[in-house]
């Protein structure tokens, strides 16, 4: 029996960072997969995630596993996805040096991904936006901080890793003022501020005080802020616009609609999907162009562009028999 242990350790900590140059975010995404993987196999199979094989692994209990997360943890099928896709890289690793585990390995590999509906993206309106960039209190140190930080997010549509990612020394609030963002695949790229924007972190640098981390945002210990702890600046905010805003009451606003109501917004500004995916940071436009399934505006463009055919116009002319019909219920 293969020891699970020293190839997954191999694996997250040499193979990933240091073979592959992946980033410690990516890292970090593959080790929560394979977390709840091992969480599920330990339970399934009594033991304890330390003492599982690599032969524990097969491709039956990866599909149990896969079920268990769409059912009992209520994940969507994007994310089951995710989950399988970690589980084959890991196995491509493992492949090169357990031959004698080929043909399980191939059993997972033929686990094929799962379709699902591709619905419209949920985004917000600018009335919904200025609400929720109007809820903090900026009379405190934390309702400054969250203002700038919500309004980064939106302003240049980041990623939420980017917006708890950005160093302070990336910030230029001098004339032009931008932030330069490291996104997925370690692609930098350089956005210009709004004003409006730019004002609300002028705000916030002046009181944020000497902080031992890089990172531009913090949380009350200083520390840099999380993905959880934006998610839930996020919700607070939104629950208490949700008592001005009616249509954001009892609506769950995750700080990924941001980016997408800012790449809304811009599209419908630009009408140039090639400008909103460098804005996004998108390394293929075909990514983008689910914004333009989601924008009417653009259809109605179309629909109005074009010409309708010439069509001969008639007057419907009721036969004789279907009025004497008609009569003759009338006279019953």
Known sequence: MTQLAPLITSFLREHMPHQRGYSPRSCETYAVSFKLLFEFSAKRLATRPSLLTLEDLDATLI?????????????????????????????????????????????????????????????LTIGEVRAILSAPDLATRSGVRDRAMMHLCFAAGLRVSELVGVLTENLSLQ??????????????????????????????????????????????????????????????????????CTTLRDRNVSPHQLRHSCAVVMLQATHDVRKVALWLGHADIRTTEVYLRMDPSEKLEAVEAVIPPELRRGRFKAPDALIASLLSDIGM
Not at 83 to 110: C, D, G, N, W
Not at 195 to 216: C, F, M, N, Q, Y
Request: with cysteine; proline share 5%; net charge positive.
């Open 63 to 123: 599909l149990a596993f896969l079920r268990h997360i769409e059912n009992e943890r209520g994940n969507a099928i994007t994310t089951r996805n995710v989950r399988l896709a970690a589980i084959k890289t890991f196995m491509r690793y493992v492949e090169y040096r357990v031959p004698s585990a080929l043909e399980q390995i191939a059993r997972i590999h033929a686990i094929p991904a799962k379709r699902h509906d591709q619905k419209l993206i949920q985004h």
């Open 175 to 244: 004339n032009g003022c931008s932030v330069m963002i490291k996104g997925k695949g370690r692609k930098e790229r350089c956005l210009p501020l709004w004003k409006e924007t730019a004002r609300d972190l002028r705000a916030w640098l002046s009181i944020r005080g000497t902080v031992p981390v890089p990172e531009l945002f913090v949380n009350a210990r200083g520390e840099p802020m999380s993905r959880a702890g934006f998610e839930y600046v996020l919700d607070k905010h939104v629950r208490k616009a949700g008592e001005i």
